[in-house]
Structures are given as C-alpha cells and as structure tokens.
C-alpha cells in the first residue's frame, strides 16, 4: 500500500515536500514516481526515481524546482516542490513500478492515494 500525504494551500513562489509511505510491502528495489492530476485534465508523469542507483527522471515542466528522493531505510518516497505556479495545482499520486528500472513511460503496477496541491497566485 501507498499513502501519499504532505499536500496543502501554498501561494505561488512557495515550497511544499510530499510524502509517500509504503506499507505492507518495502518497495525498497522498485521504481517509484509521482504523477499528478488536474481538474479535467489526464493524470500526467512528474518525476521518478529508480530502485537501486536512485537515478531520477523529471518532466520538463517541473525540471529545475521540483526534486525526488528516497529514503530506503523507512520506505518513505519524497517529493519536494520548490517555486511552485498556479499550474502546478492538482492531486498528486505516488506509484511504484513491479521493477526497479524506470522505463518511461512509467510502468505502474501500484498507486497509492493522492494528497491535494493548490497554489494560488
């Protein structure tokens, strides 16, 4: 299972750091990412991270302010959101791949719950 937490109401320009905790299972060898969705829109890839070498991948709109990370030893995914735009405001979801390489596009094989971003200007 994955839980994705951390959301909130920022004003454009601010920071927020998005969590996901897996439970259940270690996804400590998987691939992970974070996609997100906005209202009336299709859910699209933000950035991922692999199982073992933690190499990350980023979608052009968020290279450069947005960055992925892991911590292996508490199974915690996280994303930190840095200078963020009013475009930016969606549901954000965690997902974990069955693999540990990351094949874009991103093969999910678990979501978890989203956690809701708004960034008013």
């Known amino acids: 299972q994955l839980q994705a937490s951390g959301g909130g109401l920022v004003q454009a320009g601010g920071s927020l750091r998005l969590s996901c905790t897996a439970s259940g299972h270690a996804f400590g060898g998987n691939a992970m990412a974070w996609f997100r969705q906005a209202p009336g829109k299709e859910r699209e890839f933000v950035a991922a991270i692999s199982g073992s070498l933690g190499t990350t991948y980023y979608a052009d709109s968020v290279k450069g302010r947005f960055t992925i990370s892991r911590d292996y030893s508490k199974s915690i995914m996280y994303l930190q959101l840095n200078t963020l735009k009013p475009e930016d405001t969606a549901t954000y979801y965690c997902?974990?791949?069955?693999?540990?390489?990351?094949?874009?596009?991103?093969?999910?094989?678990?979501w978890g719950q989203g956690t809701q971003v708004t960034v008013s200007s």
């Open positions: 997902a974990a791949s069955a693999g540990g390489a990351v094949l874009l596009p991103f093969e999910t094989d678990y």
